[in-house]
């Protein structure tokens, strides 16, 4: 069983920037998939960054050049920077994992980019 605990969310104005993190524990998280993904009101969930098998980081065409997806093998904890954010990043983000084959996710945290 994979435990995932997101924080960082919260309010930020157009053009700001929040880090999101991850912790997770009860699996060996270096052989873990690491992602993010995000869900907006009223629409379907989609992913925002990965790491694929060989450790390099996949974006979403959307978040591209102004998220970056990172990872502490040391500390079982995940990152997402996100600059210059847009109202459109408004959504709940949710950390998940993929550990022997099964999918995991965390609570969520809010994310909501307003002025």
């Known amino acids: 069983q994979v435990q995932l605990v997101e924080s960082g969310g919260g309010l930020v104005q157009p053009g700001g920037s929040l880090r999101l993190s991850c912790a997770a524990s009860g699996s060996s998280f270096s052989a873990t998939f690491m992602s993010w993904y995000r869900q907006g009101a009223g629409k379907e969930r989609e992913a925002v960054a990965s790491f694929n098998i060989g450790g390099r980081a996949n974006y979403a065409d959307s978040v591209k050049d102004r998220f970056t997806i990172s990872r502490d093998n040391a500390k079982n904890m995940v990152y997402l920077q996100m600059n210059n954010l847009k109202p459109e990043d408004t959504a709940v983000y949710y950390c998940?994992?993929?550990?022997?084959?099964?999918?995991?996710w965390g609570q969520g945290t809010q994310v909501t980019v307003s002025s």
């Open positions: 998940s994992a993929v550990y022997m084959n099964r999918r995991y």
